[in-house]
Every structure is written in structure tokens, then in C-alpha cells.
């Protein structure tokens, strides 16, 4: 099983995101059946946030394991200055325990600092966190969308367990400093989003209160562009065998990492999970590079005040 620090996780974990928001309505009991599935599959690594759905996501899951929470990996999210909170930055403790309570846990094995605050040295907020280690009352400190500079700071502060970041065929600009810098560090790698937002998985927005449409990349010229990227996966998949959704998740698997494929349907949480049995032969990843070199994808990976709080993507090399 793959480590983040002391963490024993799952090869993927299960992003729940969407079962609260961003991506139209879900209805709640299906989708405790379906981390109900996903725990039977033996996925052991469940990803939430105090942001998805304020505070709904993580309801959701504590309901969802409360009588099967036993060998699970329960990881969770805050940022110090939640959307119409005002000014006053919220700290690592009151999330921490807000967590706690919505969670109906003691204990989270994982927590992360969503976003670094431009405002608060990201010393400080992983020094806090290390403190809340310190209590027991989380199990590891981890970090979302962190620089490698900031990523160097935070870890001398305490140790940092994981970093989650977007990535993906079409998100690979941590390729060049970040995901190296994970490795030097000893610190884990969590892929949100590794199958494109559903993108490269074949999905098409349908839902009118979906979040993917004020998206740069889900704007039909950018749609136009990379579905012509995609028809690789689709080539590649329909050589092998595979669905475009597994073709995409093994490119993802074959860089060592953990992604956290999230969905609410229980068969393609299934599809998903049969991944892990995929190895794509050096052919078939060298085609699927060539088909999305890193930053050829067409439209930024979220809109510009969304944007602001990521890693900008790294500048091609002067010739």
C-alpha cells in the first residue's frame, strides 16, 4: 500500500467533492451507497473539505462511516479565510474541531491547509497544525496546491505528510518542480481531479447549476481543442481493451502518486477501482504524452479569482 508519512492508504483514495457540490445535485443515499461500495472494493482513503458543500461533505461522510470507520483513512480540509467569512482568518484549531464534530470522529487522520493564505506565512499555519498532531487530534499535517518553495518552508516547520495538488494528462505542470520536490522531501502525492474533472474520462456537462461551466477549459473552444487530445486516450483505449476513464487513471497510477477519483455513480466507482490491475505498455504512455505535453492544454485550469490561490504554471525554458 502506498504511504502518506504514517498513513497506510488504498492505491486510490475517493475524492467526495462531488457528492456535495460543484457538480449539480446528488442525493445523499446514493451516495452512502456508493462509499459504501467503494469500502467493500477495499478503498481505505476517503478525501473531504469544510468547503464542499459548507460543511455538508464532511456530514455526509461521517454518516456514511459511522458504523464501518475502523481501518479507514479519513482526510480533511480547511482554509483560513472561508468564502463570506469576513477577515478574520479562521484557525487551524476551530476548523479542526468544527471537523471533528461534522465528522463525528475523535481523530482525523489526515488534515490540510486548502489553500495557502497569502496573508499568513505557511510556517505558521503547518506549525499549528503540528501542535493539533501534537493533541492527537489530527494524524498528519498535509498541504493543497503548495508551492516547492512553500512546500520547503512548511516542512521545516513540521512535517509534512502529503501534498494535494491537481494532476492529471492535461494538469502535468507539477511535473517540473513540485512532484520532484514531493520526492526529495519524502512527502506523499495526492492527485485531485485525475481524471480531468470528468473530462478525460468522456463526461459532458449536462447539469445547468454545474460548476465546470465558468471553467476556461469546459468552454467550447477549449472543449473543441482538447477532445481532439482525447481522441488518443480513446485510440489507446480501444487498442487495449479499456475504457478512456481507466486509460486516463493508469497514466495517473504509473507516476507513483494516489489519485482520488471522485464520482456518484456505483459502476463507475467500479470501473475506476479495475484500474489498478492496467499497466500501460511504453508505447501507449509515450502516446498519450505526446498528446498532452505539459501546458499545451487549451484554457486555464480555473477561473482567474480561483486562480490566484495556485501555483502559477512554469514558464517554458528560453531556447
Known sequence: MPSLGPLQVSRQGFGAMGLSHSYGQAEDQASIATIHRAISLGINFFDTATGYGEGHNERLLGEAIADRGEGLVIASKFIHRPRGAG??????????????????????DLYYLHRVDPEIPIEESVGELG????????????????????????????????LQSEYSLWTRDVEVEILPTTR??????????????????????????????VHPRFQPDAIEANSRRRATIEQVAKRIGASVAQVSLAWVLSKGVVPIPGTRHVHHLEANWAANGLELDEVSLAALEEAFPRGATAGDRYPAEQLKFVPPAPQPALA
Open 131 to 162: 501542535r493539533l498532531v501534537a493533541e492527537g487530534k489530527i494524524g498528519a499535517v498535509g498541504v493543497s496546491e503548495a508551492s516547492a518553495a512553500q512546500l520547503r518552508r512548511g516542512h521545516a516547520a513540521h512535517p509534512i505528510a502529503a
Open 87 to 108: 477577515s478574520t482568518p479562521i484557525t487551524a484549531r476551530h476548523a479542526v474541531e468544527a471537523s471533528l464534530q461534522r465528522l463525528g470522529l475523535d481523530h482525523i
Open 184 to 213: 526529495e522531501l519524502g512527502i506523499g502525492f495526492v492527485a485531485y481531479s485525475p481524471l480531468g474533472r470528468g473530462f478525460l474520462a468522456g463526461a459532458e456537462v449536462t447539469d445547468p447549476n454545474d460548476r465546470r461551466r
